[in-house]
């Protein structure tokens, strides 16, 4: 088990914690009893190889892979927000950016499912957060990867999640995006939420609260991270 100890100690509860979870696709397991507990107010980078399985961890943290045995236990009534590496579908949809990033609101919308000021003001927020409030008329499919990443994001932190599930957020970004991803997991972490972040950057490895590296199917607690900005 991977929890973190000093939050144990103080008592607090989980936002997530996974036992003994196996998961694969088709006859094929990539998760072999994986184990872990996350605390808000944290970020968790995940880090491994290609293929050792941290999109399939982070998708059964999200409750889009089911496991075919043992437990995911949500801390929170809140759905996890995932924000998947770029994906085919989500060029194609004919929304502009600003659409897009409002879908992240919907889960929020009361009973009349009707934006309110709040949610308006919101989506706005999370763009100029991601630096894409230019983009907002755009339509998501003429976007350029990197811009469509961010709208990504921003969609993703529009949902005000309390588990916040980010697969490589910074790959293919210039350096001023990933220094501006790099800030915005430490304001998500200030407002309280658990953020999981898989990446291959040591830089980025090194500015998390906790390092978790796939080995053999399951997260084990990685080096411990180095407290020094980005070179
Ligand atoms: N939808 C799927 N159907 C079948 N097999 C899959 C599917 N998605 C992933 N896999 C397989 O599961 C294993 C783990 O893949 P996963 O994407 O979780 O790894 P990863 O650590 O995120 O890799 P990367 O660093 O390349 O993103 C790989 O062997 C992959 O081929």
Same mark, same amino acid.
């Given at each position: 088990?991977?929890?973190?100890?000093? $939050?144990?100690?103080?008592?607090?509860?989980?936002?997530?914690?996974?036992?003994?979870?196996?998961?694969?696709?088709?006859?094929?397991?990539?998760?072999? %009893?994986?184990?872990?507990?996350?605390?808000?107010?944290?970020?968790?980078?995940?880090?491994?190889?290609?293929?050792? /399985?941290?999109?399939?961890?982070?998708?059964?943290?999200?409750?889009?892979?089911?496991?075919?045995?043992?437990?995911?236990?949500?801390?929170?009534?809140?759905?996890?927000?995932?924000?998947?590496? $770029?994906?085919?579908?989500?060029?194609?949809?004919?929304?502009? *950016?600003?659409?897009?990033?409002?879908? /992240? $609101?919907?889960?929020?919308?009361?009973?009349?499912?009707?934006?309110?000021?709040?949610?308006?003001?919101?989506? %706005?927020?999370?763009?100029?957060?991601?630096?894409?409030?230019?983009?907002?008329?755009?339509?998501?499919?003429?976007?350029?990867? /990197?811009?469509?990443?961010?709208?990504?994001?921003?969609?993703?932190?529009?949902?005000?999640?309390?588990?916040?599930?980010?697969?490589?957020?910074?790959?293919?970004?210039? *350096?001023?995006?990933?220094?501006?991803?790099? *800030?915005?997991?430490?304001?998500?972490?200030?407002?309280?939420?658990?953020?999981?972040?898989?990446?291959?950057?040591?830089?980025?490895?090194?500015? #998390?609260?906790?390092?978790?590296?796939?080995?053999?199917?399951?997260?084990? *607690?990685?080096? #411990?991270?180095?407290?020094?900005?980005?070179?």
């Amino acid at each position: 088990m991977t929890a973190d100890p000093a $939050r144990a100690a103080q008592g607090q509860a989980p936002v997530i914690e996974l036992a003994d979870v196996r998961a694969g696709y088709r006859d094929r397991d990539v998760l072999h %009893g994986a184990a872990l507990a996350l605390h808000a107010g944290t970020v968790t980078a995940l880090v491994g190889a290609n293929g050792s /399985g941290k999109s399939t961890l982070l998708a059964v943290m999200a409750g889009v892979l089911a496991p075919r045995s043992g437990t995911v236990t949500l801390g929170t009534p809140r759905r996890p927000a995932l924000v998947v590496q $770029r994906s085919a579908a989500s060029d194609a949809l004919p929304l502009t *950016a600003r659409e897009a990033v409002a879908m /992240g $609101r919907w889960g929020l919308l009361g009973p009349w499912r009707r934006p309110t000021r709040r949610d308006r003001a919101a989506v %706005g927020e999370c763009m100029d957060r991601l630096g894409v409030a230019d983009l907002a008329r755009r339509r998501l499919g003429e976007l350029s990867g /990197g811009q469509r990443q961010r709208v990504l994001l921003a969609q993703g932190l529009a949902q005000e999640a309390d588990l916040l599930l980010l697969d490589e957020p910074s790959t293919g970004l210039d *350096a001023d995006s990933r220094e501006r991803i790099a *800030a915005v997991l430490d304001q998500e972490r200030g407002r309280g939420a658990a953020v999981v972040h898989a990446t291959h950057s040591r830089g980025e490895a090194d500015r #998390a609260d906790r390092v978790l590296v796939m080995e053999g199917g399951r997260p084990v *607690a990685g080096e #411990a991270p180095v407290k020094e900005p980005l070179s």
